[in-house]
């Protein structure tokens, strides 16, 4: 396939076979903890540019505004709303990393831009990363979920097969051309807690980057998360210590969690369910899930 002339090499290396990791902001990405992981990924390993899509023929402008910055001379300069591409060779193979807004028009264009770039290299995986609002409680571990519908890379990396019907995001898309180019392709999939999706959560970020490392086969730079997820669960504890109200709900999120209950593989892009999987019964995970829904409820009312 031929390079369109909305790619924009900044670099032209020689990688062999390289994993393509994306990520966007906006709907996908909830509490910014997928872009997050991706620039934790380009900023820990040093990440050189690759190449820039441009925003012309992607973006609403009225919707994605670009932003103007001052140099240090005092020029202006209009910073446009771009999904860049980088490269970096590690220790588990050669990676590329993209990162931008998601797109608003042309989904189909900008999803054969992406692949024409994946088959350039002779990519041999294409991985999504993505955020999403749940019923979770943000002191317990972060939830993921993964999912592919090659049979091959759901058994080496303990995937799920997506059972999802429903509206989608610009990482649907991707998904369905990868796959009719019959280009393997996975998606991870975070839950951060729907109380608190105005703080950035680098807890999952931190969980997407270790489980892409994983599959990858290298080592996280973990190093600059880290010391982020204390100060994350100080600024959730003080918005949640505010409402009492609050307090009983996420106490009753700990409880489901430390119950057993987890994150259903049937997902939507906006909204994760549970489901009980430890011993408690059909009655017992019914009832709580019927206290959740009321209580839920009662708060929308007021």
Not at 70 to 91: C, D, F, N, Q, Y
Not at 159 to 171: A, C, D, K, V, W
Not at 286 to 297: G, I, K, P, Q, S
Request: aromatic content about 8%.
């Amino acid at each position: 396939m031929a390079i369109p002339a909305s790619v924009h090499w900044l670099s032209k290396p020689a990688l062999r076979n390289p994993t393509f990791v994306s990520a966007f902001t906006g709907w996908n990405d909830a509490a910014d903890a997928a872009s997050s992981a991706v620039r934790h990924l380009i900023d820990g390993w040093g990440a050189t540019p690759l190449a820039e899509i441009s925003p012309e023929p992607y973006t609403d402008f009225a919707t994605i505004r670009p932003h103007v910055r001052l140099g240090e001379s005092g020029e202006r300069k209009i910073m446009w709303p771009t999904v860049t591409l980088w490269h970096v060779s590690g220790a588990g193979g050669d990676v590329i990393l993209s990162l931008g807004p998601e797109p608003s028009l042309q989904w189909k264009r900008f999803a054969g831009d992406l692949l024409s770039v994946a088959e350039h290299f002779g990519s041999t995986l294409f991985l999504t990363l993505g955020a999403l609002l749940a019923d979770v409680a943000h002191r317990r571990p972060v939830q993921l979920i993964g999912t592919a519908t090659d049979a091959d890379l759901i058994e080496r990396f303990s995937l799920r097969r997506s059972r999802y019907e429903g509206p989608t995001g610009i990482i649907g898309v991707l998904h369905d051309e990868f796959s009719r180019a019959a280009l393997p392709s996975a998606s991870l999939w975070a839950a951060v807690p729907a109380y608190a999706s105005q703080v950035p959560s680098p807890k999952a970020s931190l969980a997407l980057m270790r489980r892409t490392c994983e599959i990858i086969g290298t080592p996280a730079p973990i190093g600059a998360v880290l010391h982020l997820i204390e100060r994350y669960e100080e600024q959730v504890n003080t918005l949640v210590n505010e409402d009492d109200d609050l307090v009983e709900y996420v106490e009753r999120l700990e409880t489901a969690t430390d119950s057993g209950m987890i994150l259903s593989d049937e997902v939507n892009d906006d909204q994760l369910q549970l489901e009980f999987v430890s011993e408690a019964s059909d009655e017992e995970a019914a009832e709580f899930v019927d206290e959740v829904e009321r209580f839920l409820r009662e708060q929308n009312s007021d």
